[in-house]
């Protein structure tokens, strides 16, 4: 169970911070119910949800230290693009990804809509709507979560994981 003042992701909402945990008697329900009271980091508003609700996921943001491995497996993680005519399969792809919530997953979905984007340039074709939706639904995520993280805002994460890249390699080129 999480405290008051933790901060979490909570689905596609995105990052937000526990500001309450309260007692609700429900109509129709014979008990009182916790609920979880959230407040987005990065939209105006409040959430209330049981406790114990399992229909949109919920987990604790990563810390620093999982940040930092995470931004090294970047120049290891192998990407894909996928290609479909069929717009319901190119959702679903999307989608399978984006639904985890997990950062990897999340890079993963990013970085194969980037080199997707990069291919279709070389062709002088435009990216789809689709793709550029899923695109922005994960970096959203992704980089409201790792700006949480290391205390910058949004529009600086692309910036430092570039510099920790860099960083990397310089390293590792120099041993």
């Not at 970047?74 to 990804?97: A, C, G, Q, W």
């Not at 984006?98 to 979905?109: A, F, M, R, W």
């Not at 939706?133 to 805002?153: D, N, Q």
């Amino acid at each position: 169970m999480f405290k008051v003042g933790d901060l979490v992701l909570y689905g596609s909402t995105g990052v937000c911070r526990v500001t309450d945990i309260t007692t609700r008697n429900l109509v129709g329900i014979d008990k009182d119910q916790l609920f979880y009271v959230l407040t987005p980091l990065y939209q105006d508003c409040v959430i209330s949800i049981p406790v114990d609700a399992t229909s949109i996921p919920i987990r604790a943001i990563i810390s620093k230290e999982e940040a930092d491995q995470i931004i090294q497996q970047i120049p290891k993680i192998k990407t894909e693009v996928f290609h479909s005519s069929v717009l319901r399969e190119l959702n679903e792809h999307y989608n399978s990804y984006l639904s985890t919530y997990d950062c990897v997953h999340l890079v993963e979905l990013c970085m194969s809509v980037y080199a997707k984007k990069q291919q279709f340039e070389e062709e002088g074709r435009k990216t789809g709507t689709i793709d550029e939706k899923f695109l922005k639904l994960a970096e959203e995520l992704l980089f409201g979560e790792l700006a949480v993280v290391y205390g910058i805002e949004k529009e600086e994460v692309p910036a430092l994981i570039s510099e920790r890249l860099d960083e990397d390699w310089r390293t590792s080129s120099n041993s």
